[in-house]
C-alpha cells in the first residue's frame, strides 16, 4: 500500500518524542500512537493556516485515515510530524503526513476530513469556507483518497462497553481510543509482528454505554477490525502485519 502526496502547500512540522505510556507489552509504541501524535501537529497547524475551529467557527471531524510505517517505533525516539493539505474532493479535506526519525523517513499517512456546523452537524462544504480558497484547486487522485473497506468473512472477537477512559471532549468515543479498541481485535500480543499499514474509517458515534461489538476477518493477507452497535457500523479497520524487527526493549 504505498501512499500518494501532493506538493506540500504551508507544510508544517512538529518534533514529539514517544513516551512511555505510548508503549504495549512488547517495548514498542501501539498503532494508536501515531494517530495520535498525526492528529495533534494536524489540529496545531490549522490554528497555524487560520482554518482552526474557532477561525471558522465550525468542527472537524476525522473521517478516514491511512498509516504506513517501515518499523515499529521505539520508546523516547524523537518523531518529526511532517503535515499538509494535500487536496479538496467535495466535501473532504485531504491531509497528507510523513513521519522522519532523525532526518530519516519512516512512514506516511493520508487521513480525510470533514467540516460540521457546530449547531445542526450537517457538512458544510469547502466552498463555503472562505479560507478554503487557496486549496480548492488542489485536486487529489481516486488512489489517494482512502476508500471503504469490506470483508466477507467477520466473526465476533470481542464486546468492548465504552467507558469513561474512552470519551472525549465531544462526549464520543476518541479517535485515537478507536484504534485501541481495533488493535485488541488484532491479538498483537500472541505474535512477534507489528503494524505496519492500518486504514480506520469512522462512520458513525460511539457513546458512553454503547455495547461496541468488534468482528474480525482476514482476506488476501488483510486483518479486517469492525465495530458495530445497535446494528450499526461504527469504525471499519484494515491492517498489514509484518515481522518484528529483533531489538532489545
Given at each position: 500500500?504505498?501512499?500518494?502526496?501532493?506538493?506540500?502547500?504551508?507544510?508544517?512540522?512538529?518534533?514529539?518524542?514517544?513516551?512511555?505510556?505510548?508503549?504495549?507489552?512488547?517495548?514498542v509504541?501501539?498503532?494508536?500512537?501515531?494517530?495520535?501524535?498525526?492528529?495533534?501537529?494536524?489540529?496545531?497547524?490549522?490554528?497555524?493556516?487560520?482554518?482552526?475551529?474557532?477561525?471558522?467557527?465550525?468542527?472537524?471531524?476525522l473521517?478516514?485515515?491511512?498509516?504506513?510505517?517501515?518499523?515499529?517505533?521505539?520508546?523516547?525516539?524523537?518523531?518529526?510530524?511532517?503535515?499538509?493539505c494535500?487536496?479538496?474532493?467535495?466535501?473532504?479535506?485531504?491531509?497528507?503526513?510523513?513521519?522522519?526519525?532523525?532526518?530519516?523517513?519512516?512512514?506516511?499517512?493520508?487521513?480525510?476530513?470533514?467540516?460540521?456546523?457546530?449547531?445542526?452537524?450537517?457538512?458544510?462544504?469547502?466552498?463555503?469556507?472562505?479560507?478554503?480558497?487557496?486549496?480548492?484547486?488542489?485536486?487529489?487522485?481516486?488512489?489517494?483518497?482512502?476508500?471503504?473497506?469490506?470483508?466477507?468473512?467477520?466473526?465476533?472477537?470481542?464486546?468492548?462497553?465504552?467507558?469513561?477512559?474512552?470519551?472525549?471532549?465531544?462526549?464520543?468515543?476518541?479517535?485515537?481510543?478507536?484504534?485501541?479498541?481495533?488493535?485488541?481485535?488484532?491479538?498483537?500480543?500472541?505474535?512477534?509482528?507489528?503494524?505496519?499499514?492500518?486504514?480506520?474509517?469512522?462512520?458513525?458515534?460511539?457513546?458512553?454505554?454503547?455495547?461496541l461489538?468488534?468482528?474480525t476477518?482476514?482476506?488476501?493477507?488483510?486483518?479486517?477490525?469492525?465495530?458495530?452497535?445497535?446494528?450499526?457500523?461504527?469504525?471499519?479497520?484494515?491492517?498489514?502485519?509484518?515481522?518484528m524487527?529483533?531489538?532489545?526493549?
Amino acid at each position: 500500500m504505498q501512499l500518494e502526496t501532493l506538493k506540500p502547500i504551508d507544510h508544517f512540522e512538529k518534533t514529539y518524542e514517544i513516551h512511555f505510556g505510548q508503549i504495549d507489552n512488547r517495548g514498542v509504541a501501539r498503532p494508536s500512537a501515531v494517530f495520535e501524535l498525526a492528529q495533534d501537529a494536524a489540529t496545531v497547524h490549522a490554528y497555524h493556516i487560520g482554518i482552526g475551529r474557532e477561525d471558522i467557527s465550525a468542527l472537524w471531524v476525522l473521517s478516514r485515515m491511512k498509516t504506513e510505517l517501515a518499523r515499529p517505533l521505539l520508546p523516547y525516539e524523537k518523531l518529526t510530524v511532517q503535515t499538509w493539505c494535500a487536496g479538496i474532493k467535495g466535501a473532504s479535506w485531504l491531509r497528507s503526513f510523513r513521519f522522519l526519525v532523525e532526518g530519516e523517513p519512516v512512514g506516511a499517512a493520508i487521513s480525510s476530513w470533514v467540516v460540521l456546523d457546530q449547531e445542526t452537524h450537517r457538512i458544510i462544504r469547502p466552498t463555503a469556507i472562505a479560507q478554503a480558497e487557496k486549496y480548492l484547486a488542489l485536486t487529489p487522485s481516486a488512489a489517494m483518497i482512502p476508500g471503504k473497506l469490506a470483508c466477507a468473512a467477520l466473526r465476533e472477537h470481542h464486546i468492548h462497553p465504552v467507558c469513561y477512559s474512552d470519551l472525549d471532549v465531544n462526549n464520543h468515543v476518541n479517535n485515537v481510543k478507536i484504534v485501541d479498541i481495533l488493535s485488541d481485535g488484532l491479538d498483537l500480543n500472541l505474535g512477534g509482528q507489528f503494524v505496519s499499514a492500518l486504514q480506520v474509517n469512522y462512520t458513525a458515534e460511539s457513546r458512553f454505554g454503547d455495547r461496541l461489538r468488534v468482528l474480525t476477518g482476514e482476506e488476501d493477507g488483510v486483518r479486517y477490525v469492525f465495530g458495530e452497535a445497535d446494528g450499526k457500523t461504527r469504525f471499519e479497520g484494515a491492517a498489514i502485519l509484518s515481522p518484528m524487527p529483533e531489538y532489545n526493549p
